[in-house]
């Protein structure tokens, strides 16, 4: 594991956080799953992750969009705060929120990158099937205008998802994929109703409480891993669980010590991005650990072709779609820098008619590939992989720059930044990685009590710290506890 890995691997989740602060929700979060986990193929050069570089970063990209429906701005807030019990709170609620978003992340990732080709086939199908149920619910609720409220949860999207894999599995039989899918959908009820329904226990009210569904779904992951022998996997997803997790809470301390100083800027963005390089730290380390202690995966030419052609279009056109179309009416309708209507059709028809282009020629390309190579493409899997990384890094980072212009003095923390990690991703990523890289022991990773035990720590001394910074409550402080409590506000 060289510090040029490392850095890339590490800078490749800052840049997607970074990124994802402006976009948000699942969708944002899909973006540092998938640079980062083609930054760790890439890096550790093993011939059978390269043949699944499109699994490993289509998983991961999936495994770290979980998190994104979990409200965290109002546990940030309660570190802004003048009260002890306030500040403590809301760092050790960060670390929770950051390990619950790391677990399925690094799952994610570790997934493709240990399981036959049968097992990891079998999830395509399960997962298609939730992607239509998702498509009809979203298009449902648009029609009608209205959405079930219920702690402001995602929970009529799980339910849809586990009777789309229940169908699926009662057409197509047992399948492992499908049962891992079960368990987590299950294990999210199972989170849910226990703590906001039952035991009343609520994070952020009166935001929505994902979070308990989410800690059920990680919890079911684990067990899971556990049950059934894979204890690399579990091992992984622990890694990054808490690495995302003292990120975050190291990020958000960064911030205030930021605002401390008075200086006027995007603050914000230093939470986000600095906890989207710790975070990837643990993806590296999940990452050489994983290539260290698994045996190579025996993957035939053309098993996985199919599938990695709809990974592609996925990462490809999907995954930046999403996120670069609500630049539309976020930003540009609202600043006029496009008319709202022209030539008898509204601006997001437009935005979608000039995609939709886009897409055909991609997925017209990819087609073209799968019946004779295509020049313009290496012929190795890690020139491959090398050139996904840099088109879809610059498509994100040049899609998120055309968010922010005209550009301000105070975005250069944010835009300025993401620019040149990214320059220094794409030099590192492009140039340092061997394939058939050799794979050396690391040393023996720590128990995770300890990790648990030094995660409480770093969260104690850092809420201790924060208290120290100001006289009073900095501003955008908001209060869980006491008087001053403002659980109405969301």
Same mark, same amino acid.
């Given at each position: ?6 850095? +890339? ?57 979980? /998190? ?94 586990? +009777? ?171 600043? /006029? ?45 890690? /020139? ?107």
């Amino acid at each position: 594991m060289t510090w040029q890995a490392v850095l +890339a691997v590490a800078l490749a989740h800052s840049i997607g956080w970074g990124v994802r602060g402006q976009w948000g929700h699942e969708a944002g979060a899909m973006i540092p799953g998938a640079l980062s986990a083609l930054a760790a193929v890439i890096f550790v050069g093993r011939a059978d992750w390269l043949k699944r570089f499109l699994h490993c970063a289509f998983f991961a990209a999936l495994g770290w969009s979980f /998190g994104g429906s979990m409200s965290y701005m109002k546990v940030l807030a309660f570190t802004h705060s003048d009260s002890a019990p306030d500040v403590f709170y809301g760092y050790a609620m960060i670390f929770v929120i950051g390990f619950l978003w790391g677990v399925p992340g690094g799952a994610g990732l570790a997934l493709p990158a240990t399981l036959d080709t049968a097992r990891l086939k079998s999830f395509f199908g399960p997962v298609l099937a939730i992607s239509a149920s998702w498509i009809v619910l979203g298009q449902l609720t648009e029609w009608l205008g209205w959405e079930p409220n219920w702690y402001d949860s995602d929970w009529l999207g799980v339910s849809l998802g586990l +009777a789309a894999v229940l169908a699926y599995r009662l057409w197509k039989g047992p399948s492992f994929g499908a049962s891992l899918i079960l368990h987590m959908g299950l294990g999210w009820w199972g989170g849910f109703l226990l703590f906001p329904v039952l035991l009343g226990l609520r994070m952020t009210p009166p935001r929505g409480d994902n979070w308990a569904g989410s800690l059920g779904l990680c919890v079911a992951l684990m067990w899971f891993f556990r049950r059934n022998g894979m204890h690399t996997v579990l091992q992984a997803a622990l890694i990054t669980g808490f690495s995302s997790g003292v990120g975050f809470v190291v990020g958000q301390w960064l911030k205030l010590c930021g605002v401390s100083t008075g200086i006027v800027t995007n603050w914000h963005s230093v939470t986000e991005q600095s906890y989207g390089f710790i975070a990837g730290l643990g993806v590296a380390l999940a990452a050489y650990r994983l290539a260290a202690q698994n045996p190579p995966l025996a993957t035939e030419v053309g098993e996985l072709r199919g599938q990695s052609t709809a990974y592609a279009a996925f990462l490809l056109v999907v995954m930046t779609w999403v996120n670069i179309s609500k630049n539309l009416n976020s930003v540009w309708l609202k600043a /006029g820098t496009v008319p709202a209507h022209f030539y008898g059709l509204d601006a997001y028809t437009w935005f979608s008619l000039a995609y939709l282009a886009l897409a055909g020629v991609i997925l017209l390309l990819l087609r073209a590939h799968l019946h004779h190579p295509l020049a313009i493409l290496p012929a190795s899997n890690l /020139g491959r992989s090398q050139l996904l990384f840099a088109v879809l890094l610059w498509w994100i980072v040049l899609g998120n720059l055309s968010r922010v212009l005209p550009f301000a003095p105070e975005r250069l923390i944010t835009e300025g930044m993401i620019h040149l990690n990214a320059c220094a991703a794409t030099l590192l990523v492009l140039v340092y990685p061997r394939e058939h890289q050799d794979q050396t022991a690391l040393p023996r990773c720590p128990r995770f009590a300890i990790w648990a035990v030094a995660s409480v720590i770093v969260t104690g001394l850092l809420s201790w710290h924060t208290l120290s910074l100001y006289d009073g409550p900095a501003p955008g402080a908001q209060f869980r506890f006491g008087p001053r409590s403002n659980n109405q506000q969301r």
